[in-house]
């Protein structure tokens, strides 16, 4: 099927169940991504921040830019003036860098704090520990210029369907409980992303309403290789 066809098959399934689809664009071309955006589609998600830039630059301006990837604090600076979205904050180091520059632009911006759930060495994010850790910290507290949206997590890359879904069904756990006890009173914690091209229906089955497909959407990627600004 087409890009268009594609995002127009998955709108019918996820619309109803209250399901929001980010359509991962990293590495596909502007062509593309105009395709999905001319069915309808106006999230999309990026790994790396100079790619972002370039399209941000290039495409219609009413596009909501999220950040899946992981992001470094030198990097913060070139996305803070129109990301929608970061989804992935894997420390308070990130966080507070994100607050001084959505402060320098006079923004709030939405984030989600990553959390580290595969049974994988190459995965980012917090622990439960650390996550509540912080949560509790007086530093967390001083920052006006960030939003915590809610929770993402990167199951395991297996085809073991149970371990994904005890992964999952963990993080699921874990956003009832952080929202509970930090943001009760904050309707706007209110986004568990997880779930990709490889599990969303598992993750969706776990109480995810947000997913994030790439090659469902878009076909397998070709890698291109992107300078890092510095």
């Known amino acids: 099927m087409s890009i268009a066809a594609n995002i127009e098959s998955l709108q019918v399934d996820l619309n109803p169940i209250g399901v929001t689809l980010v359509a991962v664009s990293k590495t596909k071309s502007n062509e593309e991504i105009m395709e999905a955006y001319q069915a309808g589609q106006r999230l999309f998600g990026e790994n790396m921040v100079q790619e972002m830039v370039e399209k941000y630059e290039a495409l219609p301006k009413d596009i909501a830019w999220h950040l899946v990837g992981h992001l470094q604090t030198n990097k913060v600076k070139y996305i803070a003036p129109f990301v929608s979205m970061i989804q992935s ?7 507070k860098e994100i607050d001084k520059h959505a402060a320098k632009h006079n923004r709030t911006i939405d984030c989600l704090l990553q959390v580290y759930i595969a049974d994988e060495g190459t995965k980012f994010g917090f622990d439960h520990a650390e996550l509540i850790e912080m949560l509790r910290s007086d530093d967390f507290q001083g920052l006006p210029h960030i939003r915590v ?17 005890e992964e999952f069904y963990e993080l699921k756990m874990l956003f009832d409980g952080i929202k509970a006890s930090f943001f009760r009173k904050e309707d706007t914690f209110d986004t568990l992303s997880m779930g990709m091209s490889s599990d969303y229906s598992l993750a969706i089955e776990k109480g995810a309403n947000m997913v994030r497909l790439g090659s469902t959407i878009f076909g397998k990627r070709v890698i291109k290789h992107y300078k890092n600004k510095e």
């Not at 904050?89 to 966080?95: E, F, G, R, T, Y």
């Not at 949206?149 to 371990?163: F, P, Q, S, Y």
Request: proline share 0%; hydrophobic share 40%.
């Open 149 to 165: 949206r809610g929770l993402m997590g990167i199951a395991t890359n297996t085809d073991n369907e149970k371990v994904v879904k």
């Open 89 to 95: 904050v894997d420390s308070l180091k990130v966080l």
